[in-house]
């Protein structure tokens, strides 16, 4: 399959396909969180975050969180590490690839979007794969078979829900920033009844002439 998006590197600028990413939906947290720590936790730790934390705020059982997405900890209370040994990634990659915590806010998740979607064939590369948005990158293609086995709409989300995962752990606050916003506006909103109300109350005797001042 050949997946077909608008990155393209031209002098300066790169032109990033939108991630549309939505941290409200739950859903694609959760497959977020089981794509990352099956495709890249390998790799890339998140070490800014906690396995329990994850599992609350995704509403995902500590049972289900130790039995299927813990790989390298035993507690779910540790904060989540590359399975990768420093020595061993130098010697494979070169360099120790990064943690991703916070990869999102400071790159955007569109980069992120279309960083994933954009691996292609370069024999020139150690591991045959080179990238349209960081060219030379020491990166493989760790989605290939997800982008050989799947639709490229399928395949399109997938990347989503781990953009969508990377948005949440750069900052997850705004999770509880979005739910105490709406909670205020409502607030404000019933507030701004009882005023208008007891605003009423308080004029009708001065719009009617039942009230006068005291000479």
């Known amino acids: 399959m050949v ?3 608008n990155a393209t590197a031209g002098g300066a600028g790169i032109h990033l396909d939108p991630a549309n ?15 990352f720590m099956n495709y890249c936790s390998g790799c890339h730790s998140i070490e800014l975050m906690r396995y329990n934390r994850i599992a609350k705020d995704l509403n995902i059982s500590e049972a289900d969180m130790a039995n299927n997405l813990m790989f390298n900890a035993e507690k779910t209370g540790s904060t989540i590490f590359s399975s990768m040994p420093d020595d061993g990634a130098k010697e494979w990659f070169g360099t120790t690839p990064p943690d991703l915590s916070l990869t999102a806010r400071a790159r955007g998740t569109d980069w992120v979007y279309t960083y994933l979607k954009g691996f292609y064939a370069d024999d020139s590369r150690p591991y045959g794969v080179n990238n349209h948005v960081l060219e030379n990158a020491s990166m493989p293609d760790v989605l290939w078979q997800l982008k050989q086995d799947k639709s490229e709409r399928a395949f399109n989300q997938d990347v989503r829900d781990i953009t969508n995962f990377l948005d949440y752990v750069a900052e997850p606050v705004k999770l509880i920033r979005y739910e105490i916003g709406a909670k205020v506006l409502g607030f404000l909103f019933i507030l701004f009844i009882l005023a208008y109300l007891l605003k009423k109350e308080y004029w009708k005797d001065v719009k009617y002439g039942k009230w006068r001042a005291k000479d």
């Open 21 to 35: 990413t939505d941290i409200t939906d739950e859903a694609s947290l959760q497959r977020g969180a089981q794509s």
């Open 3 to 5: 997946i077909s998006f």
